[in-house]
C-alpha cells in the first residue's frame, strides 16, 4: 500500500517536474544581464529564480508588496478612483500602491491615499480587510504582487483633491453599485466585492458597528 501510494507520488512528482521544466523553457526573463557580473542571460533555474552561469548570482521573483484600502464615508459610499497612468489607463482602482522600505501596511496605504486622493486618513482608522494576489505590468515585465487590502472609515471625502498625474477622477459608490467589470485589477475589483456582500442586507449591520473585528471577510 505505501508502496503503491509511493510510486503514485513519484508519478505525479514527475508530471509536476515536467511542468515545471515547460515553465522555465516558456518563463520570461526581467534580468536580460547579471545584476553582480553583467553576464548575459541568467538562466532559469525554478519557477521563481534566475541564475548566472558565470557567477552563480540568484535572481529572485517574488511578490512585491502592495497596500490598498476600501475608504468608507458615514454614508457607507466606498472611495474608488479612476487611474491617471498605465497599467489601466482610465479603468477603476482602489487607492494603493507598492510598499516603501520601512513602512507597515498601514503607512503603505495611508501614504497612497494621501498623495493619490489629497485625503489624510489616520493610522488607526486602518483594520486589515483582506490580502489578496495581484499582477502588474511594469518596465515589460507582469510582476507578481501581494495586495494588503485595509477597511478605512472616515466621517466624508470633503477635501479629496486627485493628483492628476496618479487620479483622473474620484468616485464615491455604494459598495453594490461600483461596476466591477471596469477595474484595472481583480484583487482590487474582489476587495470591492467582498465589502458589497457584507453591507448588503442583514450585513448592513454588522457595518454600521465600528467594531470591523466582527467582519469577517473570507465568508
Ligand atoms: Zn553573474
Known amino acids: 500500500m505505501a508502496t503503491k501510494k509511493y510510486a503514485a507520488n513519484r508519478e505525479s512528482d514527475a508530471l509536476l517536474d ?3 521544466a515547460s515553465m522555465r523553457s516558456h518563463m ?3 534580468f536580460h544581464h547579471c545584476t ?3 553576464t548575459a542571460e541568467p538562466r532559469p533555474h525554478s519557477e521563481r529564480e534566475f541564475r548566472c552561469a ?3 548570482h540568484r535572481h529572485f521573483i517574488t511578490p512585491i508588496p502592495a497596500a490598498g484600502a476600501l475608504v468608507v464615508d458615514a454614508a457607507g459610499r466606498v472611495l474608488i ?3 491617471g497612468h498605465e497599467p489601466g489607463l482610465g479603468l477603476l482602482g482602489l487607492p494603493g500602491g507598492v510598499m516603501e522600505a520601512g513602512e507597515t501596511g498601514e503607512q503603505a496605504a495611508a501614504r497612497e491615499i494621501r498623495e493619490e486622493t489629497g485625503l489624510d486618513v489616520p493610522l488607526e482608522a486602518f483594520q486589515p480587510f483582506c490580502t489578496l494576489p495581484n499582477q502588474y505590468l511594469f518596465q515589460d515585465f507582469v510582476w507578481p504582487t ?3 487590502i485595509y477597511l478605512a472609515r472616515v466621517e466624508s471625502f470633503d477635501g479629496a483633491q486627485p493628483d492628476a498625474a496618479e487620479v483622473q477622477e474620484w468616485l464615491a459608490l455604494p459598495p453594490h453599485e461600483v461596476p466591477l467589470d471596469q477595474f484595472a485589477f481583480p484583487s482590487n475589483a474582489e476587495s470591492v466585492r467582498r465589502l458589497a456582500l457584507l453591507t448588503s442586507s442583514s450585513s448592513q449591520l454588522l457595518l454600521k458597528i465600528n467594531d470591523v473585528s466582527t467582519i469577517h471577510p473570507y465568508q
Do not use: V, W
Open 54 to 56: 558565470a557567477c552563480g
Open 81 to 83: 478612483i479612476r487611474r
Open 18 to 20: 515536467e511542468k515545471r
Open 28 to 30: 520570461p526573463s526581467p
Open 36 to 38: 553582480r557580473c553583467g
Open 146 to 148: 501581494i495586495d494588503l
